[in-house]
């Protein structure tokens, strides 16, 4: 019952609780709703994003996997365009049922984070099939925390790291989440490129990277 209970109050807490971190974008407000929705990344990593995105809002924002942070990013975007990309059909069903507000898609990476390798060498196969609603349009901001990329079975996040390179805008951002391993690290200094780095936010979760474009 006392779980029951929990569980309520954290649901109706949820929404509140972002709108008032859009209002009031304070560190202690994002790491409660950082608690209060189960994010991953750390409240000093949503706390950096959030600030880039408010400061551009409504923006076009381009998300690389769904998640417990879904919702956040988009009311945190209000009156933009928020689009999600996800692989996983299950995480899909799952997220999008428990949000119906957001708008996301279905996409096939086809790869393998084995094939880093040869797939660096290669660029033209990082070239993949995006819905007509991502692809043609520059996107003021990109999130890269997908997809999965924890051992040689997984897609590895070789395809979204380079698709961001070329979908973001020329004054836009792109942030890369698990920088601290090696094929996130070596696709985002080839792809992103070390001069446009803005900042580096080091958690025991995964570091993050912003990457800042200059305009033309």
Known sequence: MRQMLK?????????????????????????????????????????????????KSPCRLL????????????????????????????????ITGRSPGITACLVDYATRRKDW????????????????MVGGQDWDIIVVDAPAGYDDNT??????????????KKSGDVFVHDCNREIEDIYCNNFLGKDNLEREIKARIGNLRHYHFAGN
């Not at 417990?68 to 692989?87: A, P, Q, V, Y």
């Open 7 to 55: 569980t309520v109050i954290e649901k109706v807490l949820v929404v509140p609780s972002i709108k008032l971190a859009r209002l009031w974008p304070v560190l202690p407000l994002v790491a409660l709703v950082r608690l209060l929705n189960g994010i991953q990344m750390s409240p000093r990593q949503l706390h950096h994003i959030m600030k880039t995105i408010t400061g």
């Open 63 to 94: 998300v690389f996997g769904v998640g417990n942070d879904s919702i956040f990013w988009s009311l945190i975007n209000r009156g933009g365009k928020t689009l999600f990309l996800e692989d996983n059909p299950v995480w899909f069903e799952k």
């Open 155 to 168: 897609p590895g996040r070789m395809k979204s790291i380079y698709m961001a390179s070329k979908l973001v």
């Open 117 to 132: 390798k040869e797939l660096l060498e290669t660029p033209a196969r990082l070239e993949f099939s995006l819905p007509p």
